[in-house]
């Protein structure tokens, strides 16, 4: 016996809901077949809530009983909370993953791949991509930032000042501009960063979100956050030695 499901989301000129169209797509990989009413107006949605005494759409029903909106019906087929939930460190992997397969795919395009330079590539990278989390919006960063890096919280400017030097560093690794330009730059901001965490997690035990890969994200301040101004630290060495 086919499966049946009747599914009101809001479809206006100026608005798709997005969570009318993932409920179809949820409801019709369980195997139901969707009778679908899209909502062509402001008006007719307002009147289909004061109808069925409801306060958001889409609104899912199932053999006459109503389940409600995409949240209620991930829940009715027993499925996790959509979206990530809480603190998460996957921001920052898929930036080190995807700079990594960069600088392996920049490698391998030169005859050169796994030799130090696809490390140094990965790093540089990864302080560019990361220097861009950041500059999306500054204002946030700097909120997060000066709550736990010592130099920001006695100067705010340098709140603001990080993110390009940052990018500088990466760029300036990238086209391998002189040691000395750069290398200073890495040393500092990776020793500042390096010795904040330290700080601010292992000794002062405070439970803060890192501003690494902007100022509204979950990820959580910790080994991550130390790895990345390590990154710096060693980066600023091996310029200086080789």
């Given at each position: ?166 990018a500088f560093v990466g760029i300036g690794m990238i086209a391998n501009l002189a040691a000395l330009v750069i290398a200073p730059i890495s ?56």
């Open positions: 016996m086919t499966k049946s499901a009747q599914l009101y989301r809001m479809a206006t000129d100026d608005h798709i809901c997005p969570f009318g169209l993932k409920s179809k797509d949820l409801l019709e990989r369980e195997g139901y077949k969707v009778e679908d009413h899209p909502l062509n107006s402001r008006q007719e949605t307002e009147t289909f809530k004061q109808q069925h005494q409801v306060e958001t759409t889409p609104q899912t029903f199932i053999d006459g009983k109503r389940i409600g909106g995409y949240d209620a019906l991930r829940d009715y087929f027993g499925k996790q909370q959509a979206g990530q939930q809480g603190t998460t460190y996957t921001p920052v992997l898929a930036i080190f993953a995807v700079t990594f397969l960069l600088s392996v795919a920049f490698t391998y395009a030169a005859n050169n791949v796994f030799s130090m330079k696809t490390i140094e590539l990965f790093v540089a990278l990864t302080m560019a991509v990361l220097a861009i989390q950041k500059l999306q919006d500054l204002y946030s960063f700097s909120n997060s930032f000066i709550t736990y890096d010592l130099v920001a919280m006695k100067v705010v400017p340098y709140a603001y000042v990080y993110p390009f030097l940052e040393l500092f901001i990776g020793t500042v960063g390096a010795i904040s965490v330290i700080k601010a997690v292992y000794i002062d035990k405070r439970e803060l979100k890192c501003a690494c890969v902007g100022g509204d994200s979950n990820v959580p301040l910790g080994f991550i956050s130390l790895t990345e101004n390590l990154f710096m630290i060693a980066a600023g060495l091996w310029m200086l030695i080789r």
